[in-house]
C-alpha cells in the first residue's frame, strides 16, 4: 500500500465524515460481520456528496498485535479474494472510519480478544470509531494494516448491495 501522507481533512469534510458515519449507524440494522457492506454504504454516501477522495480500505485488524480480522500474508500479497478473510473501514483524508468495529465487539459470538479489548475502552452506543492510523495504534493498540482499495466499480456494486439490503 502507498506510503504517502493523506491531505489533512477541513472542517467541512471532518463534519461529514462524523454525519455521515452516524447516518450509515441509524440506516444499518446491529449486526455483526457486516463491515464490507457497512463500509461501502459510508464510502458511497461520502462520495455521493462530493467527497470524491473517500475510498473503501479492506485488510487485516490487529490488537496489541494480534490478528482479530484477516491476517498478514507472506510478501503482503493476496493472491485470490478467497484468500482474505479481514476487515473493512474507510480511509478518508489522515482518518481511518470504523462503522462496524464497536457493534462487532458488543455481538454475541465476537472474537474474545475484540470484545475484552474494546468494552473497556468504548460504550456500545459510541459506535463510531474515527482516528488516524498513528493515534490507533498508539492510543487504542488497533493496528488496520490495509490490503487492498475496492476499485470504483466494486464500490458501486457493494454501494448497491447495501441499499438493497437496506430497503
Not at 463500509?39 to 470524491?52: F, I, M
Not at 510478501?75 to 479474494?81: A, H, I, M, S, V
Not at 490507533?136 to 466494486?154: G, H, K, M, S, V
Request: glycine residues 8%.
Amino acid at each position: 500500500m502507498p506510503t504517502e501522507s493523506p491531505p489533512d481533512l477541513s472542517d467541512e469534510q471532518f463534519d461529514a465524515l462524523v454525519s455521515v458515519g452516524h447516518d450509515v449507524l441509524r440506516a444499518f440494522p446491529r449486526k455483526a460481520g457486516a463491515c464490507v457492506m457497512m463500509s461501502a454504504l459510508y464510502t458511497g454516501r461520502l462520495r455521493h456528496l462530493g467527497h470524491t477522495s473517500a475510498t473503501l480500505v479492506g485488510g487485516a485488524l490487529l490488537i496489541t498485535g494480534s490478528p482479530v480480522f484477516g491476517y498478514a500474508p507472506v510478501g503482503g500479497r493476496l493472491k485470490t479474494d478467497l484468500d482474505w478473510d479481514g476487515h473493512a473501514w474507510v480511509r478518508f483524508g489522515e482518518y481511518i472510519a470504523d462503522v462496524s468495529l464497536v457493534t462487532t465487539a458488543y455481538s454475541p459470538g465476537a472474537p474474545k480478544l475484540l470484545a475484552s479489548h474494546i468494552a473497556p475502552r468504548m460504550k456500545p452506543t459510541q459506535r463510531l470509531y474515527i482516528a488516524t492510523p498513528d493515534a490507533a495504534r498508539r492510543n487504542d493498540q488497533l493496528d488496520y494494516q490495509p490490503q487492498r482499495i475496492f476499485t470504483d466499480a466494486e464500490l458501486d456494486q457493494l454501494y448497491r448491495g447495501a441499499l438493497t439490503f437496506l430497503s
